[in-house]
């Protein structure tokens, strides 16, 4: 067991990501979405839909950012520097967002201010999200075990697609989110913008699988290497296709279950394409790992009460407030 604690923290770390990308993601969307629409109505309604949850699914971007310090000093080490200005950005515009989230009730004459807050709070974080890992996918400048580039080596043009598409993604799995927890014509809205957005989406994901493609991108090597990675877009195409069904057919559990999956197969085609590296192609998992008797106390602690008290607490939060938002039920 001991031998292989660097493995179990990195998919530890990987689930507590691929949770924060989803939870988050989707009340990230719902404030992009926010900021496109001037009905009070609407606006309420959608903050009602995600105002039992939204903080909390922040808690895994915590769990993360915590894990990875103990258990990856390197990973940690090369990444803060390499981003400093989108991390601080990105702090930012969660705090800004959380606080319009509170604030916007408490006045009428100056709500345009925190409307724009929570809406463009939203807008930053999933951008800077997004363009993080553009950055990363197309390699970071290391050496030596540090971060040799320059501050703004993560806005190239790649990275600043991988943004677009991020908030995209984000605002699709929000509609969804929309879609399910809504009725009426705040859900008929929402299910009017699922079909564009799912559009963009896919024009994204071609245009990035071509320049990945022309540029030579390493990770491309991983895919003529690993044929079976194949079966991630496959089955993301096949949930985009039961997304269009259920739309059709108005079925609103569909379109934000599609798009979990959508979210889940492009999580494991990145993961599976960097395995074992934890920053791609420069430091693996077992030349980042902090030493065997840190990983066993994070273990111990972060592994086997933190984590399952995290997981507990997200579930029943979701269990409790399951269903349709009612109106008059609001936060606030």
């Given at each position: 067991m001991t031998e292989h604690l660097p493995q179990v923290w990195a998919l530890l770390i990987a689930f507590a990501i691929m949770l924060y990308v989803m939870l988050d993601g989707f009340d990230l969307g719902i404030?992009?979405?926010?900021?496109?629409?001037?009905?009070?109505?609407?606006?309420?309604s959608m903050m009602d839909a995600i105002a039992p949850v939204w903080d909390g699914n922040e808690t895994w971007l915590v769990y993360v950012g915590a894990s990875l310090y103990g258990g990856f000093p390197l990973v940690y080490a090369i990444l803060l520097p390499a981003f400093y200005l989108p991390i601080t950005l990105l702090l930012i515009a969660l705090i800004l967002r959380g606080v319009a989230f509170e604030f916007r009730y408490k006045t009428e004459r100056m709500r345009w201010v925190w409307d724009l807050g929570f809406a463009g709070g939203s807008l930053i974080a999933a951008f800077v999200q997004g363009a993080a890992v553009g950055a990363i996918v197309e390699g970071l400048p290391i050496e030596g075990g540090r971060f040799v580039g320059g501050p703004f080596d993560w806005v190239s043009p790649f990275a600043v697609a991988c943004g677009i598409g991020l908030v995209l993604g984000y605002t699709l799995i929000g509609a969804g989110w929309?879609?399910?927890?809504?009725?009426?014509?705040?859900?008929?809205?929402?299910?009017?913008r699922i079909i564009p957005l799912s559009a963009c989406l896919l024009a994204f994901l071609a245009i990035a699988f071509g320049y990945a493609l022309t540029a030579d991108?390493?990770?491309m090597g991983r895919w003529f290497d690993r044929p079976w990675l194949l079966v991630f877009p496959i089955l993301g195409l096949c949930a985009m296709a039961g997304l269009l069904a259920g739309v059709r057919r108005r079925l609103d559990w569909a379109p934000f279950t599609a798009v979990v999956v959508v979210f889940l197969t492009a999580f494991g085609t990145m993961a599976a394409s960097f395995?074992?590296?934890?920053?791609?192609?420069?430091?693996?998992?077992?030349?980042?790992?902090?030493?065997?008797?840190?990983?066993?106390?994070?273990?111990?602690?972060?592994?086997?009460v933190v984590l399952p008290i995290i997981l507990a607490y997200t579930i029943t939060v979701y269990w409790i407030f399951?269903?349709?938002?009612?109106?008059?039920?609001?936060?606030h």
């Open positions: 404030g992009i979405l926010f900021g496109t629409t001037r009905e009070e109505d609407f606006r309420r929309v879609v399910m927890k809504t009725e009426g014509p705040l859900r008929d809205w929402a299910y009017n991108l390493r990770v395995w074992p590296y934890m920053i791609p192609f420069s430091v693996t998992i077992d030349e980042a790992a902090a030493p065997v008797s840190s990983l066993r106390f994070l273990f111990y602690g972060g592994g086997t399951r269903g349709k938002v009612r109106d008059g039920a609001g936060y």
